[in-house]
């Protein structure tokens, strides 16, 4: 079989087949993929651009030594931590909040310790009770809440400019659908190169902020270095409970992606501990919260490449691009038009995930419990999002505690799985190396059949 119809055949494990030059340029497309919303969150919270990206690449490498490299995440800037940013260190005048913005960062340092703290305790009960809360019907409706209530950022994106947008998109689908060989698995890259160049043509980008930026910069400031107050943690620290709910959803997307139980291998309680040493040490040295990317996932679905030495050349990529401002500033220069484009693609890719999720494991959604969970959790997940509130804050000793819409869709379809009668699916950790969950009548039939095999 040649070279171009593997590609088009069946999903590539190990690009290193692909040789070093494609490899490279696969990695630069995961890099483009996360820019935009990596960036972003300094931009909404005063944080520097660098030390982000510096934390993005060494947090990503970091989780994926902690996973023994075995998940193809990203970890970008966590929009989750807003609202405690928001409330420590608000913006003065639309600029940073020099004097608040380490005490928020010591916050979210300390935030990241619950993430040790719970994954301590999945692996002391065992994965097989921890995810007896967490079957399909949770999962791929969690999913499928996480790719909907990204999408209108994106939509947002592409109203500055449909037209760029509409040309993204175009490029996407035309390379994805009908291209050849690296065509087809680059076509994220191709996408936005085509149409920024476009945009140069008509006029349509900014060079100004290049002009001003520095060719050459160290990316960490001793002055935005974490420093530590209890009102300041105790307003930041229940966000890891949210959090954590989304990144048992993007953990269970990106098994769903590749075929591989990654809650069970390297398990989950690696991830965890992976994310959050991820996040604690961004912030640690004056970066955001750290988070596993939906970008990338859909990357992900879209190339069907899923090696993760791809994913850690893009997040070395990353930290290379934090010592030179200049390179930066050239990429931060596409319109946002185009990353929306891009986004619309990749947002409802990481939703059609939950929905094949839905498929493979078989849920029935002919049986009232299985409806309600799904109809609460994407009702209160989309209801939240577009509400005025966007989220439940409530006050406990004094402090206020925000919960988004993603936190609570979990919540509440953990809380109904628990109660409601019915239960028709078990997590078989042992025997399932794909990521489903199979149906607890089919357990005995399909552990018979496993046993044949080995004799």
């Given at each position: 079989?040649?070279?171009?119809?593997?590609?088009?055949?069946?999903?590539?494990?190990?690009?290193?087949?692909?040789?070093?030059?494609?490899?490279?340029?696969?990695?630069m497309q995961h890099l483009f993929a996360m820019f935009g919303a990596t960036v972003l969150v300094p931009l909404l919270t005063g944080l520097d651009?660098?030390?982000?990206?510096?934390?993005?690449?060494?947090?990503?490498?970091?989780?994926?030594?902690?996973?023994?490299?075995?998940?193809?995440?990203?970890?970008?800037?966590?929009?989750?931590?807003?609202?405690?940013?928001?409330?420590?260190?608000?913006?003065?005048?639309?600029?940073?909040?020099?004097?608040?913005?380490?005490?928020?960062?010591?916050?979210?340092?300390?935030?990241?310790?619950?993430?040790?703290?719970?994954?301590?305790?999945?692996?002391?009960?065992?994965?097989?009770?921890?995810?007896?809360?967490?079957?399909?019907?949770?999962?791929?409706?969690?999913?499928?809440?996480?790719?909907?209530?990204?999408?209108?950022?994106a939509i947002d994106n592409c109203q500055t400019d449909w037209l760029l947008a509409a040309i993204a998109i175009t490029l996407i689908i035309v390379?994805?659908?009908?291209?050849?060989?690296?065509?087809?698995?680059?076509?994220?890259?191709?996408?936005?190169?085509?149409?920024?160049?476009?945009?140069?043509?008509?006029?349509?980008?900014?060079?100004?902020?290049?002009?001003?930026?520095?060719?050459?910069?160290?990316?960490?400031?001793?002055?935005?270095?974490?420093?530590?107050?209890?009102?300041?943690?105790?307003?930041?620290?229940?966000?890891?409970?949210?959090?954590?709910?989304?990144?048992?959803?993007?953990?269970?997307?990106?098994?769903?992606?590749?075929?591989?139980?990654?809650?069970?291998?390297?398990?989950?309680?690696?991830?965890?501990?992976?994310?959050?040493?991820?996040?604690?040490?961004?912030?640690?040295?004056?970066?955001?919260?750290?988070?596993?990317?939906?970008?990338?996932?859909?990357?992900?679905?879209?190339?069907?490449?899923?090696?993760?030495?791809?994913?850690?050349?893009a997040a070395i990529f990353s930290v290379l691009l934090s010592f030179f401002p200049g390179v930066s500033a050239v990429i931060a220069t596409v319109?946002?038009?185009?990353?929306?484009?891009?986004?619309?693609?990749?947002?409802?890719?990481?939703?059609?995930?939950?929905?094949?999720?839905?498929?493979?494991?078989?849920?029935?959604?002919?049986?009232?419990?299985?409806?309600?969970?799904?109809?609460?959790?994407?009702?209160?997940?989309?209801?939240?999002?577009?509400?005025?509130?966007?989220?439940?804050?409530?006050?406990?000793?004094?402090?206020?505690?925000?919960?988004?819409?993603?936190?609570?869709?979990?919540?509440?379809?953990?809380?109904?799985?628990?109660?409601?009668?019915?239960?028709?699916?078990?997590?078989?950790?042992?025997?399932?190396?794909?990521?489903?969950?199979?149906?607890?009548?089919?357990?005995?039939?399909?552990?018979?059949?496993?046993?044949?095999?080995?004799?």
């Amino acid at each position: 079989m040649s070279e171009k119809q593997k590609i088009d055949a069946e999903p590539i494990r190990d690009a290193r087949t692909l040789g070093a030059p494609k490899m490279i340029l696969l990695g630069m497309q995961h890099l483009f993929a996360m820019f935009g919303a990596t960036v972003l969150v300094p931009l909404l919270t005063g944080l520097d651009v660098s030390t982000t990206l510096l934390m993005a690449g060494l947090g990503t490498l970091l989780f994926h030594f902690i996973t023994k490299g075995k998940v193809p995440a990203f970890l970008g800037s966590s929009f989750a931590y807003l609202g405690g940013y928001a409330i420590v260190a608000p913006l003065i005048d639309g600029k940073p909040n020099t004097e608040m913005l380490p005490y928020a960062c010591g916050g979210v340092v300390v935030s990241g310790i619950v993430y040790l703290i719970l994954a301590a305790l999945f692996k002391a009960f065992g994965i097989k009770r921890v995810m007896k809360f967490f079957p399909p019907v949770v999962t791929g409706s969690m999913i499928i809440a996480i790719g909907l209530t990204l999408a209108p950022s994106a939509i947002d994106n592409c109203q500055t400019d449909w037209l760029l947008a509409a040309i993204a998109i175009t490029l996407i689908i035309v390379c994805n659908i009908w291209g050849k060989g690296m065509i087809k698995i680059v076509p994220i890259m191709i996408g936005i190169l085509g149409s920024y160049l476009v945009a140069v043509c008509l006029g349509r980008v900014d060079f100004s902020a290049v002009a001003q930026s520095k060719i050459v910069a160290v990316p960490i400031h001793t002055s935005a270095i974490a420093k530590f107050d209890i009102s300041a943690i105790i307003t930041i620290l229940p966000i890891a409970l949210a959090t954590v709910m989304e990144h048992i959803g993007d953990i269970s997307a990106i098994s769903a992606t590749t075929g591989e139980n990654y809650i069970a291998d390297p398990g989950l309680h690696r991830t965890l501990i992976g994310d959050g040493l991820a996040t604690s040490f961004s912030a640690l040295f004056g970066g955001p919260a750290n988070t596993t990317y939906g970008e990338n996932t859909g990357v992900l679905v879209l190339t069907r490449i899923y090696d993760p030495r791809v994913i850690r050349i893009a997040a070395i990529f990353s930290v290379l691009l934090s010592f030179f401002p200049g390179v930066s500033a050239v990429i931060a220069t596409v319109p946002t038009a185009i990353i929306g484009g891009v986004s619309i693609i990749l947002y409802g890719m990481i939703s059609a995930i939950g929905i094949r999720n839905f498929v493979e494991n078989k849920v029935d959604l002919t049986k009232s419990r299985n409806v309600i969970i799904t109809a609460v959790m994407l009702g209160s997940a989309i209801g939240f999002k577009y509400s005025a509130a966007q989220g439940i804050s409530f006050a406990v000793a004094g402090t206020t505690i925000s919960l988004s819409g993603l936190a609570i869709a979990a919540i509440l379809g953990i809380l109904l799985n628990a109660i409601l009668p019915g239960k028709d699916f078990d997590f078989e950790a042992a025997d399932n190396s794909t990521g489903s969950e199979k149906p607890a009548e089919n357990t005995k039939k399909n552990n018979k059949t496993h046993k044949k095999k080995k004799k």
